[in-house]
Each structure stands twice: as C-alpha cells, then as structure tokens.
C-alpha cells in the first residue's frame, strides 16, 4: 500500500497542495481556486502533465 503526505501552502489567489510519497518524492501537485465557489482542483502528476 502506499503512503502520501500532503502538505498546504497558501498565495494569494489560491492554493497549492504538494502530494508526496513514501520517499518524499513529490507525486502529484494541486492547484485549487481559493475566492471560487464552489472550489475547484487541478491535480498534476510529478511530470506537470493534468490528471484530474
């Protein structure tokens, strides 16, 4: 089974979550819209290629 770690940073105009794996290698990014309503994400995988 794997295990993530994610970690949240807060800018202005959004936030960004870093995913990162057993290894502390970052897996995936995610972008979300912080003034939105609803909040939306964007998941990026290690290769900034969108995956969800």
Do not use: H, N
């Amino acid at each position: 089974m794997k295990t993530f770690l994610v970690k949240q940073k807060f800018r202005l105009g959004g936030e960004r979550f870093a995913i990162k794996d057993d290894r502390g290698e970052i897996a995936y990014q995610v972008e979300g819209s912080f003034f939105k309503i609803p909040k939306t994400f964007t998941i990026y995988d290690a290769t900034g290629e969108q995956v969800s």
